[in-house]
């Protein structure tokens, strides 16, 4: 495994396990195997209702909680300073871990103006000690212009959308300017398509590795944190087999020439749903 320092010195797995759309039925036992096959961070959200069996995953793990990194978010209903700290008392009973590795904003949700007041209960959080580094999610270069002029503690991380389909070059430069690391969701693009670009599956050919595989490669080299989610123990696995090999230039700009701004999610500035 890789690591990537953050601006405050902090470590994270360069590659860590998504659990977005994880049922509670499956998520001790999935995550299980993520930490059996060597994943040492976990992505999750109080949005996602999977935080408890998170954290009875890692208590069952025998892993020692400094080897492990956990991320959880705080949802678009709690923003504020008041129901932000709320937020994080739930989200740190549900994991039941003392001190949380990394807490994002998780929407910008701009219609509501609440996300520099909801980003200084984080820094409040931090200053606390009760959590090691804090970030945001799905923030466009406006709302981190915005945020930069109104903090105190940068974020370490924003964790965007990005995958070969929408490889997000202005925000990844003025995130890189600003000494903010990138982290991507849906890096595989939720699998489809993207699978079976050509270019995909020869470089897949040439590596004699998974389409997947070779698009988490590229992130890793792009210096980007990923964070792909499968509950299919084989996929777990391939995804993070992915540090024995090397994609050279010419192998990264044909990737590089696959953007076509494709989002499959929403932007940011559409995603202000508050329930
Ligand atoms: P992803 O790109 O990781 O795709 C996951 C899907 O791709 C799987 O459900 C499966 O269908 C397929 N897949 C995975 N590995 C595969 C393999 N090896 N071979 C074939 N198919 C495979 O998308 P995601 O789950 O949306 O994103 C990853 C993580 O990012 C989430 O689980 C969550 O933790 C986080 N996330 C964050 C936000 C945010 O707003 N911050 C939004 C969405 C997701």
Request: aromatic letters at 8%; glycine letters at 8%; hydrophobic letters at 35%.
């Given at each position: 495994m890789q690591y990537k320092t953050f601006n405050n010195g902090v470590t994270i797995?360069?590659?860590?396990?998504?659990v977005y759309k994880v049922t509670e039925d499956d998520i001790v036992s999935v995550t299980s195997i993520a930490l059996e096959s060597g994943y040492r961070s976990i992505d999750t959200a109080q949005y996602y209702n999977n935080e408890r069996g998170v954290g009875a995953a890692f208590k069952n793990s025998g892993?020692?909680?400094d080897e492990?990194?956990?991320?959880t978010k705080v949802w678009n209903s709690h923003q504020g300073y008041d129901k932000t700290m709320q937020a994080f008392e739930t989200s740190m009973k549900e994991l039941d871990i003392e001190q949380l590795d990394m807490y994002l904003v998780h929407w910008p949700a701009p219609e509501h103006d609440l996300y520099i007041e909801t980003y200084q209960a984080l820094e409040q959080l931090y200053k606390d000690g009760r959590v090691r580094a804090i970030g945001v999610s799905n923030f466009e270069i406006n709302h981190l212009e915005r945020?930069?002029?109104?903090c105190d503690i940068p974020p370490v991380v924003n964790q965007i959308e990005c995958h070969p389909y929408l490889q997000q070059r202005n925000l990844k430069d003025f995130c890189k300017n600003n000494d903010i690391l990138i982290e991507a969701w849906g890096p595989?693009?939720?699998g489809g398509t993207l699978f079976e670009e050509p270019i995909i599956t020869q470089l897949a050919a040439k590596y004699d590795k998974t389409p997947a595989q070779i698009i988490l490669r590229w992130h890793i080299q792009e210096d980007t944190i990923v964070i792909p989610k499968s509950v299919t123990p084989s996929r777990i696995k391939e995804n993070i087999n992915v540090f024995d090999f090397s994609l050279t230039k010419e192998d990264m700009d044909a990737i590089y020439s696959l953007d076509?701004?494709?989002?499959?999610g929403r932007h940011p500035n559409d995603m202000n749903i508050m329930e």
């Open positions: 797995p360069q590659l860590g396990y998504g892993i020692s909680r492990l990194f956990i991320t945020l930069l002029d109104h595989l693009r939720r076509r701004n494709e989002r499959m």
